[in-house]
Nanobody
Framework: QVQLVESGGGLVQAGGSLRLSCAAS????????MGWFRQAPGKEREFVAR????????YYADSVKGRFTISRDNAKNTLYLQMGSLRPEDTAVYYC??????????????????WGQGTQVTVSS
């Protein structure tokens, strides 16, 4: 069974940067598109970014476009999210997830079938 483990969260001042990592177990990581989602207190989980299996295509939510970069290293079974110009409204628990191979809607959480436990990102003003 594939497992995903996020790391790299923490407390940062507005304008700062963080890099999140998501380590995947198993040998199928490179076969799947992956995504990052986030959930702030009292809000629904929202799409942040997605990357195809080979890293050839990426897609971002408008709220993070130009500030966040999703990438992956298939040799290391690791997904990344480089976050810059952080804002207080970026405060949330961030989750990495494996996209269901047959899902067509990549910005809905319903299209992802394996999730990590999440890592907290807090941006102070």
């Amino acid at each position: 069974q594939v497992q995903l483990v996020e790391s790299g969260g923490g407390l940062v001042q507005a304008g700062g940067s963080l890099r999140l990592s998501c380590a995947a177990s198993g040998r199928t990581f490179s076969s799947y598109a992956m995504g990052w989602f986030r959930q702030a207190p009292g809000k629904e989980r929202e799409f942040v970014a997605r990357i195809t299996w080979n890293g050839g295509s990426t897609y971002y939510a408008d709220s993070v476009k130009g500030r966040f970069t999703i990438s992956r290293d298939n040799a290391k079974n690791t997904l990344y999210l480089q976050m810059g110009s952080l804002r207080p409204e970026d405060t949330a628990v961030y989750y990495c997830a494996r996209k269901n191979m047959y899902a067509t809607n990549f910005y809905s959480s319903r299209g992802y079938d394996v999730w990590g436990q999440g890592t907290q990102v807090t941006v102070s003003s």
